[in-house]
């Protein structure tokens, strides 16, 4: 890009491609070259890829930018990108106080931060299961918690063995084999579903309540809506609610949940 010869239209195409004068001229005068902010159509034909710059520097994801032109043919949509990202960084051009490659690295570093936690998100609501699995693995293993460790169950020091089931997907019994808790996780984040996903962890706090009483009950979730906090509240059958993503990108969120685990509730 910094060996760019592309020359830049009269001002009638440069609205035909969506590019306001205020945008164009502001670039100029801050002394940033054009083709830094604005996506040349001829640059774009030959580095399709570069594409993915613009739209990162325009903050508008890829998921976001296939449904906008979503239909089109391969050369339509091609022009329609590029009109649609001239309008959205023409925009931001505008009501920034000055414009330069810091600030566009800035926007750039901000949108692909936004497009990595969306991927752990979307990592993580396929196998949340296996998440939340490694992070107690890790957590017992730094706080040495764990006497033995296999695939799928953590001996702690107290005799207390945690094991992956189905149902609950997470359980820890005594050395008598009585059941102390349950964790059942769910990373979908559809709210549609939410009420039915909580109906089926119920079924499974309520089995554990019948096997103990005393049996303590987590539900660890994505989509919490309020008609699930307002059911959670009436039955009764959940004894703490966590917040999955939480526990996924905030250190000591994760931190406090699992020392409430292993601490107050598992007595290790």
């Not at 945008?23 to 005068?29: I, L, N, S, T």
């Not at 936004?114 to 699995?133: F, H, L, P, T, Y």
Request: with cysteine.
């Amino acid at each position: 890009m910094n060996n760019c010869k592309c020359d830049w239209p009269d001002q009638s195409t440069r609205a035909e491609w969506g590019i306001s004068d205020k945008a164009f001229e502001k670039v100029m005068q801050d002394g940033t070259p054009p083709h830094f902010v604005f996506v040349h159509p001829h640059l774009v034909g030959e580095r399709r890829d570069l594409l993915d710059y613009y739209r990162a520097l325009a903050c508008l994801s890829q998921k976001g930018l296939s449904q906008l032109t979503r239909g089109l043919q391969q050369q339509e949509r091609q022009l329609y990108e590029v009109k649609i990202l001239h309008q959205l960084l023409s925009a931001l051009v505008e009501q920034t106080f000055t414009f330069s490659e810091q600030v566009a690295r800035s926007f750039i570093m901000a949108q692909l931060g936004s497009e990595i936690q969306g991927s752990w998100v979307n990592e993580i609501g396929q196998r949340a299961a296996d998440k939340v699995w490694s992070m107690i693995r890790e957590f017992v293993q730094a706080q040495n918690y764990v006497l033995k460790t296999t695939k799928q169950s953590l001996a702690l020091p107290n005799g207390i063995t945690l094991t992956r089931k189905s149902e609950p997907d997470i359980e820890a019994r005594d050395s008598s084999n009585i059941l102390l808790a349950a964790i059942e996780i769910n990373g979908s984040l559809d709210p549609a579903g939410a009420q039915t996903r909580y109906g089926e962890a119920k079924k499974s706090f309520e089995k554990a309540r019948q096997e103990n009483p005393r049996c303590i009950t987590n539900y660890i979730v994505s989509c919490l809506t309020g008609s699930v906090k307002n059911l959670i509240a009436k039955d009764g059958q959940v004894s703490y609610v966590w917040d999955l993503l939480e526990l996924g990108l905030d250190e000591q969120y994760r931190t406090d949940k699992l020392k409430e685990l292993f601490v107050h509730i598992l007595r290790v």
